[in-house]
């Protein structure tokens, strides 16, 4: 399937801002990530590691889904999926991904007229 792989962080832009306009301001910006995601269909599960922790969700495009946000709080949010693109509402961002050229081009949006856009660029392992 075309999201699953392992993918090691290439580049980011706006991390910090990202970090600061969702209030995890103390949170730790120099380390590797490694996202890892199985697909079957439209059921994923998407795991991010990072030293010391582990961040993981079970989703089925198109479907209402429980999600855990990074600090392991639990949301429910339609899952969409059109043109290649996973979109995902989280509650203080927008998440949307998509495999260009063999690597994983992940997007976080936060809302409004001052909203920051933090990009990560994630290449195959």
Not at 44 to 68: D, R, Y
Not at 106 to 119: A, L, R, S, Y
């Amino acid at each position: 399937m075309a999201f699953s792989g392992k993918y090691e962080l290439e580049s980011q832009d706006n991390y910090e801002e990202f970090l600061e306009a969702i209030g995890l301001l103390h949170a730790k910006t120099d380390h590797k990530v490694v996202t890892e995601v199985v697909q079957d269909g439209n059921d994923f599960t998407w795991t991010q590691t990072v030293p010391n922790g582990t961040w993981s969700n079970k989703f089925t495009a198109g479907q209402q889904c429980e999600l855990a946000t990074m600090m392991g709080g639990k949301f429910t949010a339609a899952v969409t999926m059109e043109g290649g693109k996973i979109s995902i509402p989280f509650p203080q961002y927008r998440f949307t991904a998509e495999i260009i050229e063999d690597k994983l081009i992940m997007n976080c949006i936060t809302p409004g007229e001052k909203g920051v856009t933090f990009k990560r660029i994630n290449k195959r392992i």
